[in-house]
C-alpha cells in the first residue's frame, strides 16, 4: 500500500512537472530574461496535408516546440552556471575559459597562434597593392590611414589558458602585416601598443575580464588619437574631444561585458576598475570645413560609431561594416543602415571622400582589407574587372572547399606536408584553381 501511494505521488509530481511546462510555453506564466546571441527561432508551422504526409510538418513542429519550451531561457542559464561556475569552463565552445576566470573569444586565440596565417607571397601581395592604391589616392588629394584595433588576447596574455599560450617562432598575419606596413609610407596606427603601453599605468580599465572589445574609456581616449593623427595627415584642425569627467565604476556596462553577456548565465566573476566618460566636442578652433572619411572596419568601430558623434566631428561620414553594410553618420546611439556596398559604383563612391580608414582587429586580418585591397587595386589599375573575375571567384572557392569534406581533408593534408597553415594551403589551391579556370577561358 504505502509503495502505490509512492509511484502515485511520483506519477502526479511529474505529470504536474509536464503541464507547468506546457502552460508556459503556450500561456506564458512567468517572465524571463531573453537568451544573448544570434539564433533564429522556428515558427510555428501551418497545417498542411501534403507536409504532414511527408513528415515535413512534423519535423517543424518539433523544432518549433524545441525553441519555444516553457522556462527554456531559465533551464539553459542553469545548465551555463554550473559548466561556468563548477566546471571552470564555457558552455559555448566558441568562448574559452581563461585563468582567473578571463574569457576570450576563441578565433582570437587561434589568430595569435598561427592557425589563421595567410602566407608570406599573401601579405606581400597585399601591401605591394596597398602601396599603390595609397599613391593614387594621393593624387586624387585623398588620405589613407591603416588602423590596428586592439586584441585582448595581446592585452591579456597572462591569463590565456595553457594549451593556448602561443610558441615564439610561430608567424601571424598580425605581426608580418605590422613588420611590413612599418616599412612603406602608408600612415598607420596600432592600438594594440598604443593600449598595452597604457596598460600598467592607467587608473581605469583599457579592456574587461567578460570583454572582448576596448572599454569605452580606452575608445573615447583611442578617438582622441584618431583625430590628432588625421588633424596631421590632412593639414587641418579638427574638432576635439573633451573629457568633462569620469564616473567611476565597478558594473561593466554596454560592450564592456559583451562576451560574458554572450554565455547566458546568472552571475559572472567580477573585477575592474572601470570609468565612464561624460564629455563634449569643442569646435572653437576647428576649421570650418571638416574631413569626409569612409571607414571600412569590423565591430571595434562599432562602439566609437555609438558614441553618435560622427556628424560633429565629420562632414557625412559613412561606415561600411566589413566592405559589406553600409552605414550612415549618426547623431544618436541608434545606427542607421542605408545600403550594401555591391550596390554602389566605388570609383565614384571614392571621389566623394578626403580620407580612407581600414580599420581591423587581429582574427580579421586573414582577409586583411576585406577586399576592399584587391577590389580597388583591380578597379585603379585592371579596368575595375577584379570584383567580378578574380576576387569574388577566389572566395568562391574557398567556400567550396571548406564545406566539402574530401576536399578540405586532402588540403589539410597537403598543409601539413609543406609545413604551412591551413588557410594558406586553401588560399594557394582556390588561387591554383583560378588561374586554371582562367587559362581554360
Same mark, same amino acid.
Do not use: C
Given at each position: ?63 518549433? =516546440? ?13 545548465? +551555463? ?44 601581395? #597585399?601591401?605591394? #597593392? ?18 590596428? =584595433? ?16 602561443? #610558441? %615564439? ?23 594594440? +601598443? ?23 574609456? =580606452? ?17 587641418? %584642425? ?47 578652433? =576647428? ?55 555591391? +550596390? ?38 585592371? %579596368?575595375?574587372?577584379?570584383? +567580378? ?53
Amino acid at each position: 500500500m504505502k509503495e502505490k501511494i509512492i509511484k502515485t505521488i511520483l506519477f502526479v509530481f511529474f505529470v504536474a512537472i509536464l503541464s507547468l511546462f506546457l502552460l508556459q510555453s503556450y500561456f506564458p506564466i512567468i517572465s524571463f530574461k531573453s537568451l544573448a546571441g544570434s539564433f533564429q527561432m522556428e515558427d510555428r508551422p501551418k497545417f498542411n496535408s501534403s507536409l504532414w504526409f511527408n513528415n515535413q510538418y512534423q519535423a517543424s513542429f518539433e523544432k518549433f =516546440a524545441k525553441d519555444h519550451l516553457g522556462f527554456k531561457p531559465f533551464l539553459i542559464r542553469v545548465n +551555463n552556471q554550473f559548466y561556468y561556475s563548477v566546471l571552470s569552463t564555457s558552455p559555448n565552445d566558441q568562448i574559452i575559459y581563461g585563468k582567473d576566470a578571463y574569457l576570450y573569444e576563441r578565433m582570437y586565440l587561434e589568430a595569435i597562434n598561427e592557425e589563421t596565417y595567410i602566407g608570406d607571397s599573401v601579405i606581400d601581395s #597585399k601591401i605591394y #597593392k596597398l602601396e599603390k592604391i595609397q599613391d593614387t589616392l594621393t593624387k586624387l588629394n585623398k588620405n589613407l590611414i591603416v588602423m590596428f =584595433a586592439p586584441t585582448k588576447a595581446r592585452y591579456f596574455p597572462e591569463y590565456i589558458p595553457d594549451n593556448y599560450i602561443p #610558441k %615564439n617562432s610561430v608567424k601571424t598575419n598580425y605581426e608580418e602585416i605590422l613588420k611590413r606596413i612599418s616599412k612603406t609610407n602608408i600612415p598607420y596606427i596600432n592600438f594594440d +601598443n598604443y593600449l598595452i603601453k597604457m596598460k600598467d599605468t592607467s587608473k581605469y580599465d583599457l579592456m574587461t575580464k567578460n570583454g572582448i572589445h576596448w572599454t569605452k574609456y =580606452a575608445y573615447t581616449l583611442a578617438l582622441d588619437s584618431i583625430l590628432r593623427f588625421i588633424s596631421k595627415l590632412n593639414n587641418i %584642425n579638427t574638432p576635439q574631444i573633451i573629457i568633462d569627467s569620469l564616473i567611476p565604476s565597478k558594473t561593466p556596462l554596454d560592450y564592456d561585458n559583451d562576451i560574458g553577456n554572450s554565455i547566458n548565465v546568472f552571475a559572472l566573476e567580477k573585477g575592474g576598475n572601470l570609468a565612464y566618460p561624460v564629455i563634449h566636442i569643442d569646435s572653437s578652433k =576647428a576649421d570650418k570645413k571638416k574631413v569626409r572619411p569612409l571607414i571600412i572596419a569590423d565591430s571595434f568601430w562599432w562602439v566609437i560609431y555609438n558614441l553618435g558623434l560622427s556628424n560633429k566631428l565629420f562632414d557625412r561620414s559613412e561606415f561600411w561594416y566589413y566592405f559589406k553594410e553600409i552605414y550612415l553618420k549618426n547623431s544618436s546611439k541608434n545606427y542607421k543602415f542605408d545600403d550594401y556596398v555591391s +550596390n554602389r559604383d566605388l570609383k565614384e563612391e571614392i571621389k566623394k571622400f578626403d580620407l580612407i580608414i581600414l580599420m581591423q582587429t587581429e582574427p580579421n586580418l586573414d582577409v586583411f582589407g576585406f577586399g576592399f585591397i584587391e577590389i580597388v587595386y583591380d578597379m585603379f589599375f585592371v %579596368n575595375g574587372e577584379g570584383f +567580378n573575375l578574380r576576387y569574388q571567384r577566389i572566395e568562391d572557392i574557398k567556400k567550396s572547399i571548406r564545406i566539402d569534406p574530401k576536399w578540405l581533408n586532402e588540403i589539410k593534408r597537403k598543409a601539413i606536408e609543406q609545413g604551412i597553415t591551413l588557410n594558406e594551403a586553401i588560399n594557394q589551391d582556390a588561387v591554383y584553381i583560378y588561374e586554371n579556370e582562367n587559362k581554360k577561358n
